[in-house]
């Protein structure tokens, strides 16, 4: 099955750090995505890539569709408290059904 | 402003046993899904439907059946329960293909004693 690697595993950062992680697929794929899991709840979608080489931000979070369409990384900047929860990068197919495969998930910590 | 319910929220079961899980969007959608979450391991997709009518297996559905009841519901089943299915059910809706905005419900946590 589709390989996907999401690193670092966890993080732990002082408040008002700025934050990167990223997501390899062993294939090329059209889309990627990143979701984020607050505790106890289900993930929501925070950005949604479909071009290589596109770079999108939605407020203190910046995410980039690699070149080579194997990789995307998420930026946030300047974190805050309430950005503590789980990143995952997923990675969406061509098929009717738009399944997504989800990566591994990005645990961020974030100290006062 | 419900988006995706999932019923129940908590479940305790012995081995062997069977239960239910139910799952209502409210958002018209076309698509369902329904993921595990375990540690370290991520989403992974056990079942889903692209639409009223359709099911299909996902990358992980041994010891699970689904029923896509209407447009609005897609439950799953396990008919006998084992330790191994211990795990965060999350269940999400999408409008349909080339969507990848899901929704997803706040989660079943289940333990198989």
């Known amino acids: 099955g589709q390989q996907l690697n999401q690193s670092p595993q966890s993080m732990f950062i002082q408040e008002g750090e700025d934050v990167s992680m990223n997501c390899t697929s062993s294939s090329i794929f059209n889309t990627w995505l990143w979701y984020k899991q607050d505790p106890g709840e289900g993930p929501v979608l925070l950005i949604a890539l479909y071009k290589a080489g596109e770079l999108t931000s939605n407020g203190r979070l910046t995410a980039q569709f690699g070149i080579t369409r194997k990789d995307s990384f998420l930026n946030i900047s300047a974190s805050i408290p309430s950005d503590v929860g789980i990143y995952f990068c997923?990675?969406?197919?061509?098929?009717?059904?738009?399944?997504?495969?989800f990566g591994t998930g990005t645990r961020l910590q974030v100290t006062l | 402003n419900a988006g995706v319910t999932q019923t129940p929220k908590f479940q305790v079961l012995k081995t062997g046993q069977s239960m239910t899980l139910q799952c209502a969007q409210d958002?018209?959608?076309?698509?369902m899904y329904w993921y595990r979450q375990d540690p370290g391991m991520g989403l992974r997709l056990i079942y889903y439907s692209a639409s009223e009518g359709t099911t299909d297996k996902g990358e992980v559905p041994n010891g699970y059946n689904v029923s896509r009841l209407n447009k609005r519901e897609f439950s799953l089943r396990l008919e006998s329960a084992a330790p191994s299915q211990t795990s965060v059910y999350f269940c999400?809706?999408?409008?349909?293909?080339?969507?990848?905005?899901?929704?997803f419900g706040s989660g079943t946590r289940l333990t198989v004693v």
């Open positions: 999400a809706s999408s409008a349909g293909p080339f969507n990848y905005g899901y929704t």
């Open positions: 958002m018209n959608h076309n698509s």
């Open positions: 997923a990675l969406g197919n061509t098929g009717t059904a738009s399944k997504l495969t």
